[in-house]
């Protein structure tokens, strides 16, 4: 219940058990800005694109990095699960992680300022979210009720005031707002400049648009539900990949009854994406997205998937079922979801010793 | 979309379409700091407690008053649903009113500061979050999308965007947080210091604890679920009253497909009530309310009732019939829900013209 600060902590919150992941393609000089927030924590680098380009991660951070023909090496015919020529590549990260949290930033992001002029530690903002509790069953009007200076108003019921575990940790962005392809048409100045000073649980039943610029999770409560689905190379859809992804997660962290918080802390969102080239990216999933979410808001999971990935599979049925019909697309991104559920567990099925020994013994092409 | 201000707009907004409701049971010098912006509003005064009691209005104010007498004679026997030695009477207000729009505070509420140190207008606030829709089916991660500077966000259902109508405005409070008596023992010294710029509809499907220090609602769409309930005077209960109205309001406009909003404006709460009053006062319904939630979480109400009126009718058997069982009172209570709505129709079934030549022939007692 410690004040959210920027200040750096003496030793960074959990340094050993939460890794970054960075999907790119090109030079890493944007962690330059991060160092003295990202410097302790190992960082998993997914190089999307030509695997013969060198991918330069500046001096003094610890890394490891995929190309896709790691990828490729790793996975064997599952690899075809992971996306190619899009940053939806960014969830083998999550796969190949030993780690108990995720956190996840793109390399257009740079550090934003809090309104004192501050800079803001994104990384540490994310943690206290993912360590403290949520509130997703009933509402409380002051927002974080764990935050200090706060705590549940009046008529807030005290059986639910334990809260629920934290899933997810959604983070926002100054400057350049995550828009679709038409709002960056008709809105190409439009600069995101509040700084709302909340952190809040999405509520169970409810869901939102998850962005995956700035996003934090704890993979052993959801890891196996951040698939970022089927994208880019070969696909008929981009730019939807954390949307699948949120869809997916709120519908079993809702199950599960684990929370999933939106708000603090924001990046620094540096440069708008070509909306020209969004909308070809986009076009059918801005169509899709009309029967994909009421498919998802009447979603039900039975009972007895008490587990992440019998949920995910569960989930992967009624897609083949109820979306196949939508478009072929969907047929074989549920397809897809069972192959990353069975990726998932021949990486993650080992101790967290072996794991690691493994990785080191030729999981990563370049580690420093 | 016009970007919310606290300056004074040239002409008021709504001026002849909202009134503004006060409980009290002192002279109303709180005005006085409200002054540049309530002036121009008609003030419906709501006095609690002794009818022979003078309350004094600072000059110049437009208002009506009525005290506990007027109150029995313009009801008849249906003044029983009106609660006696409670800010709960404040209902009667919102039954005498003739206009679309209320505004009710509290008499210990002045005007809040925004982070520049100017002035809020609270009212000109609450009156932008009714004219402006709702979002209730899907979470928009940038709050409000219709304020100047946010949008939708990429992901955000297009079908969705034109949003649902908006019933009502829940303001928040600077200063001293609406805590119950239980975490105003523990934290006495606790103040409400953070200034959040986010208004956020909360979704179809969630519960929130509504406070009624700081409310404003659109009486045409939701004013016959406002009622605050039996509290006070020879019930066993009190400072659920608002709790009661928003339970009820909440799962009515999620029926109906409306919207509740809840953030800006900040009033200044001055004085934090006596704990332990507070506490005798609350206890059973501290007791009590770990059921009623459960139980409007799952009410559902059937599709035949198309008007707010059917909807509370509707709602007040199900109280009778599942709650009933918790406590006697919630018997009474549900007879009570049952007169407020006769009451209601009886005093708005006249046009609006008739409606004030009566109200103008002795429906106040001190009209100035």
């Known amino acids: 219940m410690a004040e959210p600060s920027s200040s750096k902590p003496a030793v960074p919150l959990l340094k050993d058990e939460l890794d970054i992941v960075i999907p790119t393609i090109r030079n890493l000089d944007f ?37 896709r023909n790691d990828i490729n090496r790793i996975l064997g015919p599952k690899a075809s699960c992971i996306s190619f020529k899009d940053s939806a590549c960014r969830c083998f990260g999550y796969m190949v992680s030993k780690k108990k949290y995720i956190y996840t930033i793109d390399d ?12 803001i530690n994104a990384l540490e903002q994310h943690i206290k979210n993912l360590l403290c509790p949520s509130t997703p069953f009933f509402f409380n009007t002051l927002y974080d009720p764990y935050r ?16 629920a575990p934290t899933a997810v940790s959604h983070g926002l962005w100054l400057n350049i707002p995550d828009y679709d392809a038409p709002t960056q048409l008709v ?19 409810t869901l ?49 009854g ?19 080239v969004n909308l070809k990216k986009e076009y059918k999933g801005i169509f899709w ?27 992967s049925k009624q897609v083949k079922e109820k979306l196949g ?31 690691s020994s493994k990785s080191a013994n030729g999981g990563a092409a370049a580690t420093k």
Request: aromatic share 14%.
């Open 325 to 355: 019909a939508v478009d072929p697309y969907f047929t074989k991104l549920a397809d897809a979801m069972v192959t990353w559920i069975e990726a998932w567990d021949e990486l993650n099925s080992t101790t967290s010793e072996e794991a």
């Open 108 to 119: 257009d992001c740079f550090v934003a300022k809090d309104p004192s002029g501050k800079d």
């Open 289 to 315: 997205q009309e029967e994909i979410i009421p498919f998802f808001q009447s979603a039900t999971i039975p009972k007895e998937c008490t587990s992440v990935q019998k949920c995910y599979i569960e989930l």
């Open 31 to 67: 962690l330059e800005m991060w160092r003295p927030f990202f410097e302790p924590y190992h960082l998993i680098i997914v190089q999307d694109g030509d695997p013969n380009r060198t991918i330069k991660v500046p001096d003094g951070f610890d890394y490891e990095l995929y190309n």
């Open 148 to 163: 200090a200076g706060a705590d549940f108003v009046r008529g807030y019921p005290f059986s639910l005031r334990e809260g």
């Open 258 to 276: 684990l929370g999933v918080k939106t708000g603090l802390p924001y990046i620094w969102h540096s440069k708008a994406s070509n909306p020209f």
């Open 208 to 256: 939102f648009p998850m962005c995956g610029m700035n996003l934090a999770f704890d993979r052993q409560l959801i890891g196996p539900a951040m698939y970022f689905g089927l994208m880019g190379d070969g696909q008929p859809i981009g730019r939807y990949d954390d949307m699948w992804a949120g869809w997916c997660v709120k519908v079993i962290c809702d199950h599960l």
């Open 187 to 205: 809105k190409p100045l439009e600069r995101n400049t509040r700084y709302v000073d909340a952190v809040l649980t999405i509520p169970k039943g």
